[in-house]
Each structure stands twice: as structure tokens, then as C-alpha cells.
């Protein structure tokens, strides 16, 4: 009987710029993505074509894949500068292209492989399916999806699936909201998102009284399915990404090394498994996401779309990790309910009086007595979070980082000439010195010279893991010669296995192969002339302009969510709430208005303009 081929688990990270890049290959992830100059979802966070190049070396070098991200939708007058900058990242390495505009399936393009941006809104089997059929080699999930619903999605498609497992969460189905559109000219389906879902909204009823005021009512946690790992294996999840290229370089290196841990252990037990990339992660500090930048966890729906307590509407900020509560307030210190182990330096914040995020630092700590540096605002009963811990943050950016190959070794000796192999597994490299070799008067202490001389791998990617010796006898040869074998080696080997990386290919495109749908409305997208043929050859007939090219969104759903702020509140409809009129809700004087979708148990918002110009009966 046949043994399957184990599963290849990929861990994917996050990129701002090549030294971030290099730490989190160095901490031990499988694969990267890094936004394009122009035209990525994060527009702040573009790179340039020399830092991916160099990446692309320094990742590939692990077998770790380069992601470039062009998921924005384009204009018209966009699509021949999106297909140069798509092509040269073809050109400089990159292994494949996010995407969410389907104009590229109608580009010139080199063989890149495509990946469907979460953007794409990919939620249901159909459209999986036919993104599988049509080129697509990935497919990255909408966060909110359950467990089941993912496991639905895998067994409908070939195609890789990756689910984002740690990070910030859009509040709205991915690619599907328009909000930034209603108070300025931003757009998040252009990379330039105005995250109005973290600002504090007052919830009106429908007369437009207030319910609630000045709460971040669209403002959810953050993900982290540390512990939903194996069953999203099992579910049918290949990549593991991490969100937070707009995360600095302390997160990068703490998730990651986190991640790699959780999966390793994982990995490690199940014979059906086994990583993407090479290379053994070394650090010197013990990774906890809980330090790093969180509004606090969440598994969101994974388990289900009925959850509750997911939104954070006090504040969309990084609160941290709960210190206790405060007992009493002395001249210069606080008493808090427990004895607490904080250093100088830490970072400590509390909610204040008027429901605004107050923060201090710590000047010293004595048991159950704090030291802060302010007390302004402090009273008792307030709860006391910890948002940096300076000791750990200290740790991990001064932690030496180290990625190391294991390679074994065969010495071959004859009087005239000395051969070195060092193979990794996947590729061999060899050197040699030739010279006139006498058989060793000490045999032990020229096997130790060779064994100690070899091993030296310095600042190298490898790690001699073991060395065979075909000599008979041993000869003596000066450890500087045996030292400059090392060196022709291990140069050889990098050359082999940077000329034996190989990348994977785009997938052909059945063009007979219908989308699920007929009729696009101004959600789907569609921003230019390519995308729509590319519609039209897979037989759809009416074509509506995406949302991104109309300049008045009253009246259009400019959100969708399986968020429902009823259940948040307790206020669901099949509970029979207190209150069962319309919901509005309000910022700066502008109003959307809430429908809930019993049936499918989600929300959306539909934009009505400014609130002075509305007809309130």
C-alpha cells in the first residue's frame, strides 16, 4: 500500500520591509507576503522592488515563498502600470500574486502563480470553486467563516486554502465594505482604508434618540486562534497567516516565533504533516502574544456564528493584559486587590471617568503597591491593564535571531587530493584541494581536527549535523586548507540550491467554466474594462460599476457583516428585546441604518447621508 504524501503546513507572515522580512524567516516562517510598490491593500506599506528582490533571495535560501500583494481593484487608466509592476515582481522572485481584481486573468502576464485576496470575499464553495478553476492556486478566506464552513469550502476545492489566524479583524465581510467612501474619499478596496469601524458611534433609535453614546460599536477584538489550530488542520487550512503588516518589528518577531511553536508541536506528532520551508528558528526570548499589540482575543465565529462578546466598545485600542483592580488611591501610589510583578518602564492604562483611554508608566512596583508616574484619573474600582511589559519587549529586540540548515558531510581523503560533500537533503555541493596528503601520524587527533574544523560554520545558514569519513588512512591536512574546504563548500551548496529553487507555476484557465452568478451589482467590484470582459467570457450578462467609481453611496449597503449588533447587546430579535424599532447609528453626523438579517443571523448598514439633511418622520 501507497503512503500519502504528508500535507505541507505553511505558517505565513507579515512584511513592512526587508529587515522585518528577514526576522520573520529567521523566526521561523514558511512564507511571506509583502505589498507591491503600488497597488497593495495597505498602501502605507508598499516596498520597493530592490527590498523584495533581496527578499525573495533571502527567503528562498530557506524555501520560503514570497508573497507580493496587488489586491486593490484598479482603474482604467491603472492597467498597464499594474501589469509592468506584476510582471517584474515575476521577474525579481516573487512566487505568486495576491490579487482581488480579476483584470489580471485578462493581462499578458509571465506564469506567476495568483492567490485570491480575502478581498475577493471569498465566503461559499461556488465561488471557491470557480476562483480553483479559473487560475487561482489559493484561496484566502473571509475571517468570520465557522470551522464548518471552511471544512465545506475545502472539500469543494482543490485549491490551497489559507485562513488568517492571528491579527486585526475587518468588522465587514472582506472586499464588501464602503464605509471609508461615505466621509471622505478614501476606499479600502484601493489600500487606503479609514477605519471607520473604530471610531465611537452613538446607536439612535428610530426617532433619532440617542441609546447609546460616544461607544465603539463596530469596533471588534482581535483574532487569535492559538488554540483552533489542529482542528482547522483537520478542516482542510494549508497557510496559517498572521495579520499586521502595519505591526513594527517586536510583533513580527514574537507571533511568529509564537506560531512556529504551536504548529511545531502540532507538526511534529502527526505522521500526516510536515512544514513547507527548511531550517531550525533559535531565539533567545519565549514568544507570548498576549505582549504584543492585541484589543484583546477573540476565536470570533470559527465556532459558530451565534458568538457574543467579540466587539470591544470602549476603546478600539491595545488594552493589554489584566493587571486586577484598583483598592484605594494613597499620595503617591495604589493599592491594588492583589500583589502584582511589574517593572520600571512597564506600560499601565484604565478607562477613565468619561470612558477615555488613560495611560501611564510605572516607576516601581512593591507587592500589592504601584508606583505609577501620574495618578490623574485613577480611582477605586478601576480595572488596571498592563499594554507594555518592558522587560519582555526589551527581550525580544535585543534576542539574537538564528535560522540554521542541517546539512551532513562526507571527507574523502587519498594521498593527493581531499573532497568535501555537503548535501542538505534536497541538494549536494562539493569541493576539493589537491596537494600531497601523508597518512597522519596521530589518526584520533587528525579525525578530531577534521571533525572541529568542519563544524565551524560561523554566520552561515548551515549546521554540520554529521560527517562520514572515506579515508583509509587518515591524512593530515592543516586546519587552514580544511577551513578554506569548508568555506569552497558551503559557497558551492548556496549556488546548487539557489539554481534548484523553483517556483510554481499559474494554473490554465478553463474558460467554459460559468461564474456562479448572472448579474453583478456595484458590491462586485467591477472598476475597469478588463474585469468586466473577464466576466462576460465566463457568462455574465449584467455588469453594474463597482461602488468605487460612484460618488454618492445614500441609500447603498455599505457593510455587510456576520456581526450583528442586537446579539452584542443582548438585544437579539428572536429573544424578544425591549426595543424592536429601527437602529441607527451616528458619528460626526453621519447616519447609517442598521437591518439585521434574521435568517442568515448577520447585519448591514445602509448609508443615509448627513444627518441634518435627513427626513427624520
Known amino acids: 500500500m501507497l503512503k500519502s504524501t504528508p500535507r505541507r503546513i505553511e505558517l505565513l507572515a507579515p512584511v513592512r520591509d526587508l529587515e522585518q522580512g528577514q526576522a520573520a524567516v529567521l523566526c521561523g516562517a514558511d512564507a511571506l507576503y509583502v505589498g507591491a510598490p503600488r497597488f497593495g491593500a495597505r498602501v502605507a506599506v508598499g516596498v520597493d522592488e530592490r527590498q523584495i528582490e533581496a527578499l525573495c533571495r533571502f527567503a528562498h535560501r530557506y524555501r520560503v515563498r514570497m508573497y507580493v500583494t496587488m489586491n486593490t481593484l484598479l482603474y482604467e487608466q491603472e492597467l498597464k502600470e499594474a501589469e509592468r509592476m506584476a510582471r517584474r515582481m515575476w521577474e525579481i522572485g516573487a512566487d505568486a500574486l495576491i490579487i482581488q481584481d480579476l483584470a489580471f486573468l485578462r493581462m499578458d502576464l509571465p506564469p506567476i502563480e495568483l492567490h485570491a485576496s480575502t478581498q475577493m470575499f471569498n465566503t461559499d464553495p461556488a465561488r471557491t470553486a470557480f476562483l480553483a478553476g479559473v487560475g487561482f492556486s489559493r484561496v484566502i478566506l473571509e475571517r468570520a467563516l465557522t470551522l464548518e464552513e471552511i471544512a465545506e469550502i475545502a472539500q469543494h476545492t482543490d485549491a490551497e486554502i489559507e485562513a488568517f489566524i492571528h491579527g486585526a479583524i475587518c468588522v465587514g465581510y472582506s472586499g464588501r465594505c464602503y464605509m471609508s467612501r461615505t466621509m471622505s474619499a478614501r476606499s479600502g478596496n484601493r489600500g487606503d482604508c479609514a477605519q471607520l469601524c473604530r471610531l465611537p458611534y452613538n446607536l439612535l433609535d428610530e426617532q433619532f434618540r440617542p441609546l447609546i453614546r460616544d461607544k465603539h460599536l463596530l469596533s471588534v477584538r482581535d483574532l487569535n486562534l492559538s488554540g483552533h489550530l489542529e482542528s482547522m488542520i483537520d478542516a482542510g487550512v494549508t497557510s496559517f497567516k498572521i495579520e499586521g503588516r502595519l505591526k513594527d518589528m517586536t510583533y513580527v518577531r514574537n507571533v511568529v516565533s509564537w506560531y512556529r511553536q504551536e504548529l511545531d508541536a502540532i507538526i511534529d506528532r502527526r505522521q500526516d504533516l510536515q512544514r513547507l520551508s527548511v531550517g531550525e528558528s533559535w531565539r533567545e526570548f519565549a514568544p507570548d502574544p498576549t505582549k504584543s499589540f492585541s484589543r484583546g482575543g477573540t476565536a470570533y465565529y470559527l465556532a459558530g ?42 506600560g499601565i492604562c484604565f478607562l477613565g471617568a468619561n ?74 555541493a562539493e569541493a576539493t584541494i589537491s596537494g600531497h596528503f601523508e597518512p597522519a601520524r596521530q589518526a584520533v587527533q587528525a579525525e578530531e581536527t577534521l571533525r572541529t574544523q568542519l563544524a565551524r560554520m560561523g554566520d552561515s545558514a548551515y549546521r554540520l549535523e554529521g560527517l562520514e569519513i572515506e579515508a583509509s588512512p587518515i591524512r593530515f591536512v592543516p586546519a587552514s ?16 540550491r539557489e539554481k534548484a529553487y523553483t517556483r510554481r507555476t499559474r494554473r490554465a484557465e478553463d474558460r467554459t467554466l460559468p461564474f456562479p452568478d448572472k448579474r453583478l451589482s456595484g458590491e462586485d467590484n467591477v472598476t475597469n474594462s478588463l474585469a468586466a470582459q473577464f466576466y462576460r467570457d465566463h457568462g455574465v450578462e449584467q455588469i453594474a460599476s463597482g461602488y468605487d467609481l460612484q460618488s454618492d453611496l445614500r441609500q447603498q449597503t455599505v457593510m455587510r457583516m456576520r456581526y450583528c449588533l442586537r446579539r452584542e447587546l443582548g438585544w437579539c430579535l428572536k429573544e424578544k428585546p425591549t426595543y424592536t424599532g429601527r437602529l441607527y447609528l451616528e458619528h460626526g453626523g453621519y447616519v447609517y441604518e442598521l437591518h439585521f438579517d434574521c435568517a442568515r443571523c448577520g ?15
Open 305 to 346: 456564528g451565534h458568538q457574543t462578546d467579540v466587539a470591544s466598545f470602549d476603546t478600539p485600542k491595545s488594552m493589554g493584559e489584566r493587571l486586577g483592580k484598583v483598592v484605594r488611591i494613597g499620595r503617591d501610589r495604589v493599592e491594588m486587590d492583589h500583589a502584582l510583578t511589574l517593572s520600571s518602564g512597564d
Open 355 to 428: 470612558g477615555a483611554l488613560i495611560g501611564t508608566y510605572v516607576n516601581r512596583c512593591e507587592g500589592v503597591y504601584l508606583y505609577p508616574n501620574r495618578l490623574e484619573g485613577l480611582r477605586p474600582g478601576v480595572e488596571l491593564y498592563r499594554n507594555y511589559d518592558h522587560r519582555f519587549v526589551s527581550a525580544v529586540e535585543h534576542s539574537r535571531l538564528k535560522r540554521v540548515i542541517p546539512v551532513r558531510g562526507v571527507i574523502y581523503m587519498t594521498d593527493e587530493e581531499v573532497r568535501l560533500r555537503l548535501d542538505e537533503g534536497e541538494t549536494a
Open 481 to 496: 586548507q580544511l577551513s578554506e574546504l569548508r568555506r569552497e563548500a558551503l559557497a558551492a551548496l548556496e549556488i546548487a
Open 603 to 617: 447585519m448591514e448598514l445602509i448609508y443615509r447621508g448627513r444627518q441634518d439633511r435627513l427626513d427624520k418622520k
